[in-house]
């Protein structure tokens, strides 16, 4: 039996805005944009580089935007990470180095909060 994580949903409170922070300044990729009626639209939207997509929704979730925490994107080199979210206008922390690895953090608009971790070769 596999269980594959292949997607994760984001409560945000503007889908719209939402989807300019993560395609404009991250660069995800939109997979599909499925707006089935004025209350209920679903986005999946995938980072460069990844197998597992994020979703974007209204009227399908109960739960706070901003209510994400501690979702993690991997990366070879966390500098350069850091530089490339700083230039496209992400409010992104400081490289910090912790006995676990080393990191940086932004939120999106609606104060769902990620960290970017640079991955180790083993």
């Given at each position: 039996?596999?269980?594959?994580?292949?997607?994760?949903?984001?409560?945000?409170?503007?889908?719209?805005?939402?989807?300019?922070?993560?395609?404009?300044?991250?660069?995800?990729?939109?997979?599909?944009?499925?707006?089935?009626?004025?209350?209920?639209?679903?986005?999946?939207?995938?980072?460069?580089?990844?197998?597992?997509?994020?979703?974007?929704?209204?009227?399908?979730?109960?739960a706070r935007p901003g209510s994400l925490q501690g979702t993690?994107?991997?990366?070879?080199?966390?500098?350069?990470?850091?530089?490339?979210?700083?230039?496209?206008?992400?409010?992104?922390?400081?490289?910090?180095?912790?006995?676990?690895?080393?990191?940086?953090f932004f939120s999106d608009s609606d104060g769902n909060d990620?960290?970017?971790?640079?991955?180790?070769?083993?």
């Amino acid at each position: 039996m596999e269980f594959r994580l292949e997607m994760v949903s984001v409560p945000v409170a503007n889908v719209q805005r939402a989807m300019e922070f993560y395609v404009e300044r991250l660069g995800f990729t939109v997979e599909q944009d499925i707006e089935v009626d004025d209350t209920h639209r679903f986005v999946e939207l995938t980072p460069p580089g990844s197998s597992c997509s994020i979703a974007l929704t209204s009227g399908f979730m109960d739960a706070r935007p901003g209510s994400l925490q501690g979702t993690q994107l991997n990366v070879d080199d966390v500098d350069a990470a850091r530089a490339h979210l700083a230039a496209c206008g992400v409010d992104v922390s400081a490289v910090q180095e912790f006995p676990w690895g080393r990191f940086c953090f932004f939120s999106d608009s609606d104060g769902n909060d990620w960290s970017v971790h640079e991955v180790q070769p083993s």
